[in-house]
Each structure stands twice: as structure tokens, then as C-alpha cells.
């Protein structure tokens, strides 16, 4: 009997000691998963390419504030998968972004700048960040995740209207940035530019500058295939800031 009670409790050690071991593997497995550590040998990677992208962003001060454009196409890989996607975004009454390039790490910058926003409103002091303000920002935002081989796979524009100064900048995905009158990003750089360059000046009404910037994405629509010709235009004036709803803009095809 004695023999007997000793097999049965060395039976009980035996089974207890490998459900530990199977439940440490298992946490084991959890961690390096969680901590972004290699699992089964395969190393922890970053985004090399973008998967989901939208194409070019377009923008021009005019007399009256700042416009930009863009199409609501974001392609997978060659495909025209997803038509009805904004790329323009509003970050407060003053400033507006738009972007082309991989579409989740816009919105990750959406959530970047949403946090920016809510810690201004949560301080309640009256006080707001300014378009250039947002500008330094994102060129630091970007120029870090760069330096950590990590980049947010974006091209922005940073449009805004504040104490009486249209202000326009261009970020790209390793923190290059800088200023002008009128930008372009993705095609709209090679198709786009040379159109502004011939026809803005900075005398512009409202409706001139709308009508060039369509004229661009009319001519991007021809010739960039990752672009659509169903479009959104935002302004920032003195009495704020503005997106259209998406619509589509007449062509000849």
C-alpha cells in the first residue's frame, strides 16, 4: 500500500511539473511576441514599402488663405482598390493636412496629431497650435521615426491660416521640409508643378485657385495611373478651416 501511495503522488509530480513547463513555454512564446522579439527565428521586421497608398496631394496659397487637393483613391499595390478614401484631414480651426503614400501611417498621424489637439483643449487656456507649429512638429515627428528605421511612409502638406498669413509646408518621410507659395507631392511634383509654376500667381481669388488646382488632378487623372478624377478640396481662411465632400471633376477620356 505504501508502494502503491508513493507511485501514485510521484504520478501527480511528474504530471503537475510538465504542465509548468508547458505553460512557461507558452508565456515565453506570449512575451517575445508582445516585446516584438524573434519567434520561431524570424526577426522582428519594420514596414519596408507602403502596401495601401494614395497618390498625389496638390497645394496653392491664393489672396484670400490656403487650398489643397487631392483624389480619394488608395490603391493596393496596382490595383484601384478603395475610391471613396479622404486624404484630407482636419487638425483644428487653423490647419489642414493631406497626404499621400501608405494610408495607415496617415492615420497613425491622425492620432498623433488628434492627441496634440485634445492636450490643448484638456490645458484650456485659449491657447491653439499654430499651422507652423503643427509644420515643426511633423518635420520632428517624421525626422525621428526616420532615425529609427521605422518611417511613417508618408508625404504631407500642411496648409493653415493664422494672424492674417497664409502658411504652406511639405513634409516628407525623412523629415525634409520646407515652404513655398504652391506644392506638390507624389506625381503632382513632375505633372503638376510645371502647370502651377505657368498659371499661379498670388493675387488669386477663391475660385481661380480651385479651378487650378483641378486642372492639375484633371491632368494627373490622365496620366497618373494610381489617380482618380473623384476629388476634395480644403481651404483655411480667416474664418477657418474647410473640406468639401468628395466630387467628381468633368473630364475628357
Known sequence: ENWWS???SWSILESLKATFTVAALFLLMSWDTYAGGPVGGSPHQHTRQPIVTGTSVIGV????????AADTLASYGS???FKDVERLYKVSGSTVIGAGGEYSDFQKIQTILDNLTSDDQNLDDGYEHSPSEIYHYM???MYSRRNKMNPLWNH???AGFNKGKSFLGSVDLIGTAYEDDFLATGFGSYLAIPILRKKWHSDMDEGEARALLEECLRVLFYRDCRALNKIQIAKAT???TLISQPYSIQTDW
Open 6 to 8: 508513493n507511485l501514485h
Open 61 to 68: 496659397k491664393y489672396r484670400d488663405g490656403v487650398m489643397l
Open 79 to 81: 490595383m484601384a482598390m
Open 139 to 141: 518635420r520632428s515627428v
Open 156 to 158: 504631407l502638406l500642411i
Open 238 to 240: 480667416e474664418t477657418g
